[in-house]
């Protein structure tokens, strides 16, 4: 049996994998999906304290999983299909009763620290503890078309395809950091950037808007919502429809944006819409945590966040443990990430030494 | 692992007899860094079998990649008789890829 298994590879993972390495926990690290996380395809990290003249998220990811690598950290580059936390196989020597602190509720089938299953590529892992690193991934519009356009000119990352459209239109969604943080690099390339935005103020930090709206090559175009993307019969982005956003200003009867199904689109858009020709698309409109295979598992919020025990990186489920932007919706920075990585570190290793007894 | 260009791109991927995968990378492309290895793995070990491996840089060769309406990147497409019969987009699983090579040299 495994001492501990960590689930994820950006820094909340990476850092998590340090510590317990560090304390001879022999941990195994499974990157999944994604490996490196979300700062694999941003640009410049310029608040990661350390690097006063920044680092690319990429070139900061490759340290961070060579310091796990360092101290014994097992990385392996299998994802995570199943896991089953509520029924750990029974144990030679159980023991009852209570978890680490008093006031945690017995441990789930009185074993000795976990007997938690991990399936990674049909293999199955056992070990004693858990910790979920899965962090959260970019949300895409959820238009036909913009799946049927994935790669032609509809792109999930600005730092890799930028380059693809040099001179060219693109269209960037959304009013966050990330929105400005890819129409501000892709204007290195592009001849124009509209960011298109659902309300008229921005989301994202001064120092971003600013940048933004400095550049003389980026327009805004406010309290509007790309309702469909052009140019699937000719196999490239030709252009995106765009309908005012039923947000701001209210519209009688306008339907949610989360019902911004394909049809509600096709209803949006009598008189009002209007197409704006572009080459390339690329949605920064928030994310979504990944936490699908815990669902039934672990205790999770409506939206799908990981809820930990107050003060702690504990799961409901004891032996479970949280970091990163899977449990975080509020700060998601790769510092927060990698500090409360560490702390699941140092949570699962005294959880786990309180079980020795 | 051939490394193609627009000059070879023809004689080693187009005249192939084998089919041929193909991996469209660039150095300042983060996914692009983690499915190198992967595409290196995969071309040795399907070393002796009937299917050739490549990567072309995109920075420094932009008509092949344009003819074949690559604009993001990683793309991976497998050619066979000249002609591209897939296209991968993105970070893929090596066994997806597995998958797709063996139905295609079987």
Sequence with gaps: MENLIIIGSGPAGYTAAIYAARANLAPILFEGTEPGGQLMTTTDVENYPGFPKGITGPELMVIFKEQAERFGARIMGEIVTKVEFGNPSPQPSPIKGEGANGNSPPLVGGVRGGGFKVWANEKMYETRAVIIATGASAKRLGLENEKKLYGKGVSACATCDGFFFKDKTVVVVGGGDTAMEESTFLTKFAKKVYVVHRRDVLKASKIMQERAMKNPKIEFIWNTEVVDVLGADVGHVTGVVLSPSPQSPPIKGGEDLKNSSPLVGEARRGGTSRTLPCDGLFAAIGHEPNTKIFSGQIELDQKGYVVTRPGTTMTSVEGVFAGGDCVDFKYRQAVTAAGTGCEAAIDAERWLEAQEG | ?106
């Design chain 2, 1 to 106: 692992m051939l490394t193609l260009t627009d000059q070879n791109f023809q004689t080693e991927v187009l005249n192939s007899k084998k089919p041929v995968l193909v991996d469209f990378w660039a150095p300042w492309c983060g996914p692009c860094k983690i499915m190198g290895p992967v595409v290196e793995e995969l071309a040795k070990e399907y070393a002796g079998k009937p299917v050739k491996f490549g990567k072309m840089n995109v920075d420094e060769n932009s008509a092949i990649p344009s003819k074949f309406g690559v604009m993001s990147i990683p793309t991976f497409i497998l050619f066979k008789d000249g002609k591209p019969v897939e296209q991968f987009v993105g970070v893929q699983k090596k066994e997806y890829l597995q998958k797709k090579l063996d139905a295609l040299i079987k």
